[in-house]
């Protein structure tokens, strides 16, 4: 049997933990793991591996790559801006710094220079993003919300990367149709992060592909939505997951059949699909 947990503490979109856990309450054999069948140690059955080895599994573990791996490197304006933000009340919907440190490397390895982020809340994964572009590098950073942008933009500002952003107070919808219009724009992103209203990562997507340059990459970020893409049709899920994750399941849908794309959806933070365009 497999049990699923889903916690959900917020009413807001989380940027951060996947809240699912799976506990493997029927064993194969007395031993949990390859170790314990080497060293005849048993061992107790949570956060066995089902299957797939992730993240997913262990708060413990995400805790270890956090302190080991991600808050020692984390740049100091990042950790300022997480800091503050851990004080402001919508603070689920920050990008995990885990997260943060995969599209700084990310946006490195692939010689990022122009891009553009739907969904920017305080700036924490913006900061990422433009501490990685080159000092000629731009962001068009797009939120209906500025006042959670202005909490972030004395720290990026102090940080010395404030001029590579371009912010856009407004739906980034009609925005996008207008440079879907303008010919110049097209394929003249490097990377696009979305990470904004789920219900329309599908009608982003429509636009993204032309704005995208062909080799060039979109991440959608919250793919695995919470865990709840998993959860039994009775899992109590609070309402404003129930309700996005029809869209989410959608958007993974037509990504995994989009012969545009090249895709991997990796389990950072709560999922994060990269799409690299191919025609
Ligand atoms: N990337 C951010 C970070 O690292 O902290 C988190 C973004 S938060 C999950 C989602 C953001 O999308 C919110 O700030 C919200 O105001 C914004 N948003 C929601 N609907 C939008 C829309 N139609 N157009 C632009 N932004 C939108
Ligand atoms: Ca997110």
């Not at 979109?13 to 054999?29: P, Q, R, V, W």
């Not at 122009?114 to 501490?131: D, F, K, P, Q, W």
């Not at 996008?176 to 599908?202: P, R, T």
Request: overall charge negative; proline content about 6%; charged content about 25%.
């Amino acid at each position: 049997a497999l049990t699923y947990i889903i916690r959900c503490t917020s009413p807001f979109i989380s940027g951060s933990l996947l809240h699912t856990h799976f506990t493997h309450t029927h064993t194969k054999n007395k031993f949990n793991t390859p170790m314990a069948a080497a060293t005849g140690e048993t061992q107790p059955a949570k956060h066995q591996e089902v299957g797939h080895k992730s993240l997913l599994q262990s708060d413990a573990l995400y805790q270890y790559i956090l302190e080991t791996s991600v808050y020692p490197r984390e740049p100091k304006p990042m950790k300022e801006l997480r800091e503050v933000t851990a004080k402001h009340p919508w603070n689920l919907m920050t990008t995990s710094a885990d997260e943060g440190q995969f599209l700084n490397l990310l946006l490195k390895l692939i010689n990022a220079k122009n891009t553009m982020e739907i969904g920017v809340y305080t700036g924490y994964s913006l900061l990422s993003t433009a501490l990685a572009l080159p000092e000629d590098g731009k962001i068009l950073a797009l939120d209906i919300n500025r006042e959670n942008y202005e909490i972030g933009l004395p720290i990026i500002e102090k940080a010395g990367v404030a001029h590579k952003i371009d912010f856009r107070e407004g739906p980034a919808l009609p925005l996008l149709d207008q440079m879907v219009e303008d010919e110049k724009c097209h394929g003249s992103f490097d990377f696009i992060f979305v990470d904004a209203d789920k219900d329309n990562y599908l009608n982003y997507h429509k636009r993204l592909i032309d704005l995208v340059k062909i080799g060039g990459v979109i991440g959608y970020d919250n793919t695995l939505w919470n865990g709840s893409l998993v959860a039994p049709p009775d899992a109590p899920l609070r309402k404003y997951v129930r309700y996005y994750r029809d869209f989410v399941l959608e958007l993974n849908k037509a990504l995994a059949v989009d012969p545009r794309v090249e895709i991997c959806q990796l389990p950072v933070g709560d999922g994060i699909t990269l799409c690299r365009r191919v025609s």
